[in-house]
């Protein structure tokens, strides 16, 4: 399984990705929130709002994932790959019940 931790600007952005990567069945279950991000850019401290994407799906499908958030926005964003240590074995059955796995 692996977790991916994505930023956006905008909540419709996180809305519009979620379905794609739902309806390619390239994810399971998506989430998004709202936070604050801070970083330094050229030479200045900069604070502004950023939505974060969350999903959750099989190995394999990084490039996938990411032609779909391109399809979506043109800036430079962050986007990693998390690999849990352990998953519940309910949310597990679903994901492989929903998500093939990619070989």
Known sequence: MKLYYITLNTSEEARQISQALLSQKLAVCTNWFPIT???S???KIVEEAEIVLILK???GYREDIEQVV????TYTNFMAELSPES???GFSKWLNAEVP???
Do not use: D, F, M, P
Request: charged share 20%; proline share 0%; aromatic share 10%.
């Open 37 to 39: 991000c801070a970083y």
């Open 41 to 43: 850019w050229e030479g």
């Open 57 to 59: 799906t099989q190995s």
């Open 70 to 73: 391109r399809q979506h926005i």
């Open 87 to 89: 998953v519940n074995e």
């Open 101 to 103: 796995l990619k070989l």
